[in-house]
């Protein structure tokens, strides 16, 4: 985009000196004094010239502040940042979990673990970082240490269905959802290989699940349009949502956990009150792109994963979408953000992860959010300092 600029900058001032120079040629027959005025707007246009292709060359040179591209030889799934440590963890297609050790200056694998006989749908990290959970299409559930690689605990036929999602609730419970609407909860200190409470109140899978930080409740989004909601202490149903006419595909929470944040298929945000599931308070509409995953940056700021291979950033207090904060060639599939809050690492369905450094998130809420709707348009296009595509004027702005 840049190099297409500068052409177009350089063709333009030579149309314009080759006009130049030819009313300068005929006006010299009358007065010669016009000649040498050609030659300074020459010399002109040679530093307007330069200074694009200093700013070219800036923006080239510039030091990357974010770990380099993962490519995966495998369909990735999902990917779970370490809570303590620079650790990504990539469970693909084949069953495989790969530990990353990241960094500015490069990426190496630690370990390959080989845990599941079909797809590895979902991985999470414990709240100490020393074990990994996984769940797969092979409806088993695996507990690995992450130190030593080795199995520390393991569910076969964990759930009738291929599971689709899990949830480390604490140190000693964990949920998991299938394809066919059913969510069990399993607690650690329990030697049996059942679960301690099963319902299936959905009719499609459960593609996510999230719970507060007093453990209270349970909240599972599906695909069948409905938000259910489980009282974990009770262990019952606490409600139920309407149902959509489009899939619920991810959950997080905002405002101190007052507001829950659910995206759809069609790349609609919907806004619950806390503990008022039933009915949403607020929609937001987005690009009508599938929204595949979405993750908390700040109490007001969420970045959603799009179909359409772009990461973008909204606020939501008040509502306005703040930009593009990444590109993918091919559909955005799953996000997390690092344990410092730094980065956020997504993945696509090109088999590559990308790193993004959302540090400048943090001026964000220090300035007001004004909002009109006639510029909702150039705000969705707007091109935030983590994207690889650069706003043209952010990029000319240098030259005036």
Same mark, same amino acid.
């Given at each position: 985009?840049?190099?297409?600029?500068?052409?177009?900058?350089?063709?333009?001032?030579?149309?314009?000196?080759?006009?130049?120079?030819?009313?300068?040629?005929?006006?010299?027959?009358?007065?010669? &004094? !016009?000649?040498?005025?050609?030659?300074? +707007?020459?010399?002109?246009?040679? !530093?307007?010239?330069? +200074?694009?292709?200093?700013?070219? $060359?800036? /923006?080239?040179?510039?030091? $990357?502040?974010?770990?380099?591209?993962?490519?995966?030889?495998?369909?990735?799934? *999902?990917?779970?940042?370490?809570?303590?440590?620079?650790?990504? /963890?990539?469970?693909?297609?084949?069953?495989?979990?790969?530990?990353?050790?990241?960094?500015? +200056?490069?990426?190496?694998?630690? $370990?390959?673990?080989?845990?599941?006989?079909?797809?590895?749908?979902?991985?999470?990290?414990?709240? *100490?970082?020393?074990?990994?959970?996984?769940?797969?299409?092979?409806?088993?559930?695996?507990?690995?240490?992450?130190?030593?690689?080795?199995?520390?605990?393991?569910?076969?036929?964990?759930?009738?269905?291929?599971?689709?999602?899990?949830?480390?609730?604490?140190?000693?419970?964990? /949920?998991?959802?299938? *394809?066919?609407?059913?969510?069990?909860?399993? *607690? #650690? $200190?329990?030697?049996?290989?059942?679960?301690?409470?099963?319902?299936?109140?959905?009719?499609?899978?459960?593609?996510?699940?999230?719970?507060?930080?007093?453990?209270?409740? #349970?909240?599972?989004?599906?695909?069948? %349009?409905?938000?259910? =909601?489980?009282?974990?202490?009770?262990?019952?149903?606490?409600?139920?949502?309407?149902?959509?006419?489009?899939?619920? =595909?991810?959950?997080?929470?905002? @405002?101190?956990?007052?507001?829950?944040?659910?995206?759809?298929?069609?790349? @609609?945000?919907?806004?619950?009150?806390?503990?008022?599931?039933?009915?949403?308070?607020?929609?937001?509409?987005? =690009?009508?792109?599938?929204?595949?995953?979405?993750?908390?940056?700040?109490?007001?700021?969420?970045?959603? /994963?799009?179909?359409?291979?772009?990461? @973008?950033?909204?606020?939501?207090?008040?509502?306005?979408?703040?930009?593009?904060? %990444? &590109?993918?060639?091919?559909?955005?599939?799953?996000?997390?953000?690092?344990?410092?809050?730094?980065?956020?690492?997504?993945?696509?369905?090109?088999?590559?992860?990308?790193?993004?450094?959302?540090?400048?998130?943090?001026?964000?809420?220090?300035?007001?959010?004004?909002?009109?709707?006639?510029?909702?348009?150039? !705000?969705?296009?707007?091109?935030?300092?983590?994207?690889?595509?650069?706003?043209?004027?952010?990029?000319?702005?240098?030259?005036?």
């Amino acid at each position: 985009m840049c190099n297409k600029s500068a052409k177009n900058v350089k063709e333009e001032e030579m149309d314009s000196d080759s006009d130049d120079s030819d009313v300068s040629m005929s006006d010299s027959d009358e007065n010669g &004094q !016009e000649i040498e005025s050609s030659d300074d +707007e020459n010399e002109e246009s040679e !530093e307007e010239e330069d +200074e694009v292709i200093k700013a070219i $060359r800036s /923006a080239a040179e510039k030091k $990357r502040d974010h770990p380099p591209v993962i490519h995966c030889e495998d369909f990735i799934t *999902d990917i779970s940042f370490h809570p303590h440590e620079d650790l990504l /963890a990539v469970a693909s297609i084949v069953g495989d979990v790969i530990f990353y050790k990241y960094s500015n +200056e490069e990426n190496s694998i630690v $370990r390959t673990l080989e845990v599941h006989t079909k797809a590895c749908r979902d991985i999470e990290f414990s709240e *100490d970082g020393k074990s990994l959970f996984s769940a797969a299409k092979d409806k088993t559930v695996m507990i690995s240490d992450v130190e030593s690689g080795k199995l520390s605990r393991f569910y076969d036929k964990a759930h009738e269905a291929p599971i689709y999602c899990l949830l480390v609730v604490d140190e000693n419970l964990f /949920a998991t959802g299938d *394809d066919e609407g059913c969510v069990k909860l399993w *607690d #650690l $200190r329990q030697n049996s290989p059942n679960p301690v409470y099963r319902t299936k109140k959905n009719e499609d899978y459960i593609s996510d699940l999230v719970t507060n930080e007093a453990k209270s409740l #349970l909240l599972c989004s599906s695909g069948d %349009g409905s938000l259910t =909601t489980i009282d974990l202490n009770n262990r019952k149903i606490h409600m139920q949502s309407e149902e959509y006419d489009e899939e619920l =595909t991810c959950l997080g929470l905002f @405002r101190s956990e007052s507001k829950l944040l659910a995206g759809s298929s069609k790349g @609609r945000l919907f806004l619950y009150n806390w503990n008022e599931f039933g009915l949403h308070s607020d929609i937001f509409p987005g =690009t009508k792109s599938a929204i595949n995953d979405l993750v908390p940056i700040t109490e007001n700021i969420v970045v959603t /994963a799009c179909e359409d291979g772009v990461l @973008r950033a909204t606020h939501l207090f008040p509502h306005r979408h703040l930009g593009i904060v %990444g &590109q993918h060639d091919l559909s955005v599939e799953k996000l997390d953000i690092c344990n410092n809050g730094q980065f956020i690492a997504s993945s696509s369905h090109n088999n590559d992860i990308k790193f993004w450094n959302i540090k400048y998130f943090e001026d964000f809420e220090k300035v007001s959010h004004k909002h009109r709707k006639h510029e909702k348009k150039k !705000e969705m296009q707007n091109n935030l300092p983590s994207s690889k595509v650069q706003n043209a004027a952010d990029f000319f702005s240098g030259l005036c």
